[in-house]
């Protein structure tokens, strides 16, 4: 896929779900799920700290993936923002097919490709790049003020080279991390990393 135009969207803030126990032993999730480790706890708070220290406008929405770990950074960060959270399983991660639950070191692909994140769509069962582009494509555009997001690695970066108009195959290249924020506002982005204590 080509890249275009950045699309015309509301102000948004995406968040990528905290740190989990399968995050840290390496495990792909996808649809699967495990709880957040107290690192991950602790990143959804500095999201929390990022958010409202931000000037958020009055008629926010907050849009969570149904996954668990998700909905449960959703609900610290959001914490006092004001608006209910909302679940949207547009937001869920890529479906990793038969490769979900396994450590990256066990699948072979994952050692032998050049890019960290396209070899996810090429397994078995796994969702396909084409497949995954039109589900956030429907959700971005049926968007109709300014949102919170709260997410995952793989979603989060696809939301964002949708909404700058970039390659779906720059995936790779556009930043990530869990504890930040993702502040899109009129076809620009920037990360906002909570302050060094």
Do not use: Y
């Amino acid at each position: 896929m080509t890249p275009d135009q950045p699309l015309r969207l509301p102000e948004l803030w995406i968040l990528r779900h905290g740190q989990t126990e399968w995050n840290v032993e390496d495990r792909l999730q996808g649809r699967l799920d495990s709880p957040l480790t107290a690192q991950g706890m602790a990143q959804a708070r500095a999201q929390g700290s990022i958010l409202r220290s931000a000037a958020l406008p009055h008629d926010l929405r907050v849009i969570s993936s149904p996954s668990g770990r998700a909905l449960h950074t959703a609900r610290i960060a959001a914490d006092g923002l004001g608006p209910l959270i909302e679940t949207d399983p547009a937001l869920f991660e890529i479906d990793l097919g038969a490769w979900q639950g396994r450590r990256v070191a066990e699948i072979p692909e994952a050692q032998e490709a050049r890019d960290p994140h396209l070899w996810k769509f090429t397994g078995p069962g796994c969702e396909r790049l084409e497949e995954m582009a039109a589900r956030l494509t429907a959700f971005l555009a049926a968007l109709d003020r300014p949102a919170v997001i709260v997410t995952h690695g793989v979603t989060s970066r696809m939301l964002r080279c949708l909404a700058l108009g970039r390659a779906l195959e720059a995936l790779g290249s556009v930043p990530g991390g869990q504890g930040v924020v993702h502040h899109l506002r009129q076809g620009t982005a920037r990360v906002i990393a909570p302050p060094v204590a």
